[in-house]
């Protein structure tokens, strides 16, 4: 079970910090990230890391921007600076059993409920 936090409104040029809680299940053998689904639109990747958490990679639309990391428990965290109005989303984490990053949803088994971000302008 995956419980993700931290969404709200923002501003544009903010930074924002979201919180995924895995229950459940070897979190250290799972590769994690983060989607988002903006209204009208198709669920996006944004970031991955994998399962030792020393591997990353970014969508190019936050590149620079977002930083993903993880603990040895059962937290993954998006960090991303910098907020632009099209990054208002609903932003899902989700857990993958492939342990290395990967960068398509079908690839995930595990999603979180999601959290909306709305970034005014």
Known sequence: ???AFGG???QTGASLGL???VAGGTFSTLTMGWFRQAPGQAREFVATINSNGR???YADSVNGRATISRDNK???NLQMNNLKPDDTAVYYCAASKIRTMVTSEYDYHFWGQGTLVTVSS
């Open 55 to 57: 591997n990353t990679y």
């Open 74 to 76: 059962d937290t993954v």
């Open 1 to 3: 079970q995956l419980q």
């Open 19 to 21: 919180t995924c809680v």
């Open 8 to 10: 709200g409104f923002l």
